[in-house]
């Protein structure tokens, strides 16, 4: 490897020997994409990263009602904050590791719930027929509602008394004759995880249905020729066609899904019931409970490791059965 | 050439960005600025009236008039009760907060811990007219004994049993229970097809942590031990919780539903349609106003007391009421002292206090006739004789938070019908204590 990077040499190709004296060529040709990259960097660094930092930092804090007014003075905690959450035998770290696994349990559900709705939609609308149109726009409507809008109607609609589903499932169907509970209590699981998939699978239909354009509609035709039906072409044609879609797609329906603070939030309040007690809402309520900001950051950061952990392990997983594919 | 000037360009602009990224922050700070000359400070009031717009109808009159003497614009911003502290607390960490706040008196002495607020000290209330002026019970809940208060009370409170006298009259009960067993017996009547005998906030933990400390007292239980350290998981606290909760689980005179209540409004406007007899609560008038509810058919009294000499505390209601605070990085401290001098002025104070049917929390406010009705002297004899101030100790607002919100859960269990202990009702104590220690 010859790295000739001197001005003569640069000015030999063919460049001002002005500007060739001041930035050695290689150098130049690698840092042009860094430079354009440049505001992006910047930027991501201030929104996310120095919050993030300032997370991590706070987390190792004795950060309480003494000391929020005046961050500079909270001693330091050392690992107190991370032994507390960790420990599952105090009211604390039991409550924590609940909510982490039930919200294993939502994200395992809703991300599969979305994908198969999305994927259904998707595959079902990519023959052409009259109104397809009008139903992809409609398909996205929830998706394209502001969050706060789209959920705050569902809890009206959810309410005992006056709620829409309860007028439907009593008044009007009498389906049940108690009125059930859908904001508290054992229902509030289903309600969330029903709204939550009718706010995100749009999002799992646009990716697979922009996916679809890209599976070639001749190997269709040559599969059917061969005597291929629709289900036989649909798992031999289409999905492994979709694989590099859906590998991104789940993982980030994953993420989305693990760390989904506002559809819990506008739909409960700032308390959700036990029963629907996400790990987000959870980690805000507890440091708003007891103003224990560092003990909430510290949980904060566990989340945030493990989500490194499933990304990491999720993106090798699935790259290597590409590899062997 | 023209790939370095790229990159200077991209450089610059990059930095522009980051300094205009930096510069936005300005205008926030303190949430007031000056505009030709004026200043504006802005101010959170809490939830008094029966809606947020309403609040601000009642208000808006009054810092007109404020403007008028000052020259001040007060941006005013009513905040939800169930957001209130959350704000008050993310303002205080952040640094970014309104000028002027209301707080619940409740919590003075918790936020007064984390030093956010401006202390009153005594050439501050020297200014507001002296301390003499304000009623010795409501400038005792600004904050911890012995320090400078942390707020000046604008509005006094206290909790009272609400009832709705042609209901009772249709009932047959000639008066307003005594005893805990005569508001039972009278609920039960009062229970019929679509009306319930009384209403609760049921998923308000503020509303569910000031009854548990009143029911709490009532069978003899301290929420903290003399020291300041919180001792929750008694079994009188859970007797008293139950004793609350037993409403709805055992005698059946509370609306199942009342367990999704949660905004602070729902349970009052049960109360004022006539869907609920009953309602144990603050002062209500805005509300009844607003309904239509007709006067005569509307009468307060007391919460019953327990039994004379049993282990229990004589205690039916707690030195409730709203403290105005400034806060300490204000940029506009004249202007906010000025604002907290006319808030406790004997106009205000009269024009407000009648308006939201709370009572005048300055001494030479109370000429005024309006303050001479039968609801606003049962109120004061409350205060008076058998309120007692919830503890003024640094954890209040985590025991209001930490104990509510464990009964909002504790109600949509009974609410779903399942029993409820005793035991279920301390173990649900004994976690929210260990969070209060093991947090703090």
């Known amino acids: ?325 | 050439m023209r790939i370095r000037k790229l990159g200077y360009m991209a450089v610059a602009g990059a930095l522009a960005l980051a300094a205009t990224a930096c510069g936005g922050d300005e205008g926030g700070t303190g949430g007031g600025g000056s505009a030709g000359g004026a200043t504006t400070i802005t101010y959170w009031a809490s939830n008094q009236g029966t809606s947020l717009e309403s609040d601000k109808q009642v208000l808006q009159p009054e810092l007109d008039r404020f403007k008028q003497e000052t020259g001040i614009t007060v941006q005013v911003e009513v905040v939800p009760w169930s957001d209130l502290l959350n704000r008050i607390l993310a303002a205080t960490t952040s640094g970014q907060g309104p000028d002027v706040v209301n707080i619940g008196n409740t919590w003075s002495a918790s936020l007064q811990a984390t030093g956010a607020f401006l202390p009153f000290d005594d050439q501050a209330l020297t200014g507001l007219g002296g301390k003499e002026r304000f009623l010795g019970p409501s400038l005792a809940a600004t904050g911890a004994a012995g320090q400078p208060p942390a707020a000046v009370p604008i509005y006094g409170m206290t909790y009272g049993l609400h009832y709705n006298k042609r209901l009772f009259r249709e009932a047959g009960i000639a008066e307003p229970p005594k005893t805990w067993d005569e508001l039972i017996a009278a609920g039960k009547k009062l229970t019929t097809d679509g009306r319930w005998g009384l209403a609760v906030e049921g998923a308000s933990a503020t509303e569910n942590a000031h009854h548990a400390f009143i029911f709490g007292r009532q069978q003899g239980a301290q929420p903290f031990d003399p020291s300041g350290k919180p001792q929750f998981a008694s079994p009188q606290f859970a007797a008293g919780i139950k004793q609350y909760l037993d409403l709805m689980a055992v005698h059946k005179i509370v609306n199942p539903s009342n367990a999704e209540y949660a905004n602070g409004t729902e349970a009052v406007q049960d109360f004022v349609t006539g869907k609920a007899a009953m309602l144990m609560w603050q002062s209500i008038a805005t509300s009844l106003k607003e309904s239509g509810m007709p006067e005569e058919d509307y009468g307060l009294a007391p919460i019953p007391l327990p039994a004379a000499g049993g282990a229990g505390a004589q205690v039916n209601g707690f030195v409730a009421g709203i403290n105005l605070a400034v806060f300490k990085n204000t940029e506009h401290k004249d202007a906010a002292l000025q604002f907290a001098k006319f808030m406790t002025s004997k106009q205000t104070q009269q024009t407000l206090n009648k308006a939201y049917g709370s009572l005048p929390t300055v001494q030479d406010a109370y000429d005024d006739p309006a303050f001479e009705t039968p609801v606003i002297k049962t109120f004061q004899q409350i205060l008076g004789t058998t309120a007692e101030p919830l503890p003024q100790v640094p954890e209040e607002s985590q025991f209001e938070t930490l104990v509510g919100t464990a009964m909002n859960g504790l109600f949509a269990k009974v609410a779903a019908g399942d029993p409820v202990s005793v035991e279920d009702v301390t173990a649900e104590l004994a976690d929210a204590n260990q969070q209060m220690t093991t947090g703090g």
């Open chain 1, 1 to 325: 490897m010859v790295t000739s990077t001197t001005p003569r040499d640069g000015a030999g190709r063919g460049w001002p020997v002005r500007a060739a004296g001041l930035i050695p060529v290689r150098l130049r040709r690698i840092g042009l994409p860094y430079l354009l990259i440049l505001p992006a960097i910047v930027l991501e660094l201030l929104i996310h990263l120095v919050p993030m930092l300032i997370g991590i930092w706070m987390s190792f804090l004795r950060l309480t009602q003494f000391f929020i007014a005046n961050w500079s003075a909270a001693p330091s905690a050392g690992l107190a904050n991370y032994r507390v959450a960790l420990d599952v035998n105090t009211a604390v770290g039991g409550s924590l590791l609940r909510s982490f696994l039930l919200t294993v349990v939502f994200t395992a559900l809703a991300v599969g719930l979305s994908w198969l709705l999305g994927a259904a939609a998707a595959v079902l609308m990519q023959g052409s027929f009259r109104g397809r149109g009008l139903l992809r726009a409609l398909f996205l409507v929830p998706y394209a509602l502001p969050v706060y809008a789209g959920v705050i109607t569902w809890s009206f609609l959810l309410q005992r008394d006056t709620g829409l589903v309860n007028h439907l499932l009593v008044d009007q169907f009498g389906l049940v004759d108690e009125r059930p509970f859908w904001l508290i209590g054992d229902n509030s699981f289903v309600s969330l995880l029903v709204v939550y998939v009718w706010r995100i699978w749009p999002f799992a239909f646009l990716v697979l249905m922009a996916g679809l354009q890209n599976v070639p509609e001749d190997l269709h035709e040559a599969a059917a020729i061969d005597g291929a039906g629709w289900w036989r072409r649909l798992g031999s044609i289409t999905m492994p066609l979709l694989r590099p879609i859906n590998q991104v797609l789940v993982l980030v329906l994953f993420l989305w899904t693990f760390n989904d603070f506002n559809t819990p939030y506008v739909l409960f309040g700032k308390s959700a019931p036990e029963q629907a007690d996400l790990i987000s809402i959870h980690i805000y309520q507890s440091s708003f409970v007891t103003w224990n900001f560092g003990s909430g950051s510290a949980m904060s950061v566990l989340l945030l490791l493990f989500l490194l952990a499933v990304t990491a392990v999720y993106l090798v997983a699935t790259s290597r059965r590409r590899d062997h594919a």
